[in-house]
């Protein structure tokens, strides 16, 4: 069991992105990081060369793997770029929709500057991006979907939309966010499995599992 992920290359990104505004400000979230460390940790458990692509977190680079530190959503997208070839590709950060259009050199002063407010422009989907490429496409490609209502049925449809293989979805309608357990949904093309709320690692533990038997079942 402990080695059945040996010689598979994983890429995972995981944490909040972070937008800056000006120099001291930025746009992002309340991600922790905690899910998709364990599942990095999960995956090198079993013996895969990972490399988890970070965004800021509060938390400590996992031993035997590789983590890479960025800040914003285009740094994710192109360390996760850089990172490719993988034969998976999972992505359980919390990438911000948007960035401010401009990053200020200095620090904006709402009074003297004439600041008139935030441009906003959307930021690549990481996700899709990977998920649809021609050259390069990780075997097996999977999604996170935050959902608090209607949770496996959005997820479905998050599949199609995004191109992945499958959709862990996440009921964050309690704590989710910076808690220590979870409770997820799997969607692949047999459907959706509802697996039972556990500690994050347990979920994590569960997940790199279930990739061994498919690339196993696909070898
Ligand atoms: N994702 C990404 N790049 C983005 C946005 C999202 O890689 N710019 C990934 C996340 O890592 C996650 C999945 O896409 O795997 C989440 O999709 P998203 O459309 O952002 O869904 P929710 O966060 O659930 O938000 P909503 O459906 O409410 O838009």
Request: glycine share 8%; hydrophobic share 45%.
């Amino acid at each position: 069991m402990a080695d059945t992920l040996t010689g598979r290359r994983i890429i995972i990104t995981a944490g909040p992105t972070l937008e800056p505004i000006d120099p001291v400000r930025f746009i992002s979230n309340r991600s922790s990081g905690q899910q998709g460390y364990a599942i990095a940790q999960a995956c090198a458990h079993l013996g895969a060369d990972v490399t988890l692509v970070s965004g800021p977190t509060a938390l400590p680079d996992p031993l035997g793997l590789k983590t890479v530190r960025i800040e914003t959503a285009l740094e994710m997208l192109d360390a996760v770029e850089t990172a490719l070839p993988a034969d998976v590709f999972i992505a359980v950060a919390a990438v911000a929709d948007w960035r401010p259009a401009n990053r200020a050199e200095k620090k904006l002063k709402v009074d003297k500057s004439g600041f008139t407010g935030l441009e906003l422009v959307e930021n690549p989907d990481i996700l899709k991006t990977i998920a649809n490429r021609n050259e390069n496409r990780p075997g097996l490609v999977i999604g996170f979907a935050a959902e608090t209502h209607d949770v496996e049925n959005l997820a479905i449809a998050k599949r199609a939309r995004k191109g992945c293989d499958w959709i862990v979805a996440n009921d964050v309608s309690g704590d989710v966010m910076g808690g220590s357990h979870n409770e997820v949904s799997l969607v692949t093309t047999d459907g959706v499995e509802h697996w039972p709320s556990g500690p994050k690692s347990a979920i994590a533990a569960e997940l790199a599992g279930r990739i061994a038997d498919a690339l196993m079942q696909n070898a």
